[in-house]
């Protein structure tokens, strides 16, 4: 019998109802939710992430959940840091004796966990950057690969990535103390898929709550407390048009309908991202995600018994 704890995944595109899904696995197993969102780790950042708190309380029960309100607004958060803060979350979950469930739509951050990413964090380094000023964005890509497996195109996008890219790695060979190292786990994933047409009416319907809930009163006060806004513009889709917006280039309407397709066009990411997941080694159990949510959980609580 194999002792390492056992990981169970819920991931899959935005609106699909992932949470709710992984709330009810973790009240029946005794579970304790993980995370895996870029941006709710921010405090304060509530409906323009998406953070549903009130689906981790169900049956009369709040589950226990990780890596949300973590951070505040305008710090800087990345996989490096994620995984820095999984690994605890995890162990301690473990050691409590309970189920960890890991539950999200960050592709870069599950991905990293699954396959166990090597990051380290590094500082800047002036005169190693001066260093690659000779060579052409291909000689680095080339000598970025051949040392470490290239995870992900987005190193490479740009060359102010590539450059950051191998600084970490330089670092990194020199410190290898400076390396994420995850506890050995057992993997089962699930990936919750619905119809296209589905997941359009599900993310308009759900664009159109957040609105009314005061999504715009949540940037502009973000914005209040002194967030400025190329920063908060980084943040994701929502607080980038809704930051547009409040400063007078673009219309309400012109927010809803460039907002709407821009999120449409992030779920058709997401699972562009999981599919390469599946093509890179990570086996995926899909699950129809139009069945009710007791469904859905006696399916994972089946599989993971």
């Excluded at 605890?88 to 592709?107: D, K, S, Y």
């Excluded at 006060?221 to 400063?247: A, F, K, N, Q």
């Excluded at 280039?249 to 990411?269: W, Y």
Aim: hydrophobic share 40%; glycine share 8%.
């Amino acid at each position: 019998m194999n002792s390492q704890p056992l990981l169970i995944t819920i991931l899959g595109p935005t609106a699909t109802g992932k949470t709710a899904l992984a709330a009810e696995v973790a009240y029946r197993l005794g579970g304790e939710v993980i995370s895996a969102d870029s941006r709710q780790v921010f405090r304060g950042m509530d409906i323009g992430t998406g953070k549903d708190l009130a689906d981790y309380h169900l049956h009369g029960v709040d589950i226990p959940y990780h890596l949300i309100d973590i951070c505040q607004p305008g710090e800087e958060y990345n996989a490096y840091r994620f995984l820095n803060d999984f690994i605890p979350a995890f162990n301690g979950i473990v050691e409590r004796g309970r189920q960890p469930i890991l539950c999200g739509g960050t592709g870069l951050y599950i991905d990293a966990v699954l396959r166990e990413y090597q990051l380290s964090d590094a500082p800047v380094n002036p005169d190693y950057r001066r260093s690659l000023e000779p060579y052409s964005d291909e000689e680095l890509t080339a000598r970025l690969a051949s040392m470490v497996k290239l995870h992900n195109h987005t190193d490479t996008e740009t060359r102010d990535r590539l450059v950051r890219a191998l600084e970490i790695q330089e670092f990194a060979c020199r410190h290898p103390e400076a390396y994420t190292h995850l506890p050995a786990m057992r993997h089962r994933v699930f990936g919750l898929l619905l119809p296209r047409q589905e997941v359009i009416d599900r993310i308009e319907r759900r664009l159109r709550m957040r609105m009314e809930e005061g999504m715009t009163l949540e940037v502009q006060r973000l914005l209040d407390e002194g967030i400025s806004p190329e920063r908060l513009m980084r943040y994701g889709l929502e607080y980038r048009h809704v930051t547009r917006h409040l400063l007078g280039q673009c219309t309400q309407e012109e927010l809803f309908r460039d907002l709407f397709t821009d999120i449409r066009r992030f779920a058709k990411r997401q699972m562009t991202w999981f599919r390469r997941m599946e093509r890179n080694g990570v086996e995926i159990c899909w699950i129809d995600g139009l069945l009710p949510v007791a469904d859905k959980a006696d399916i994972i609580v089946g599989a993971t018994a």
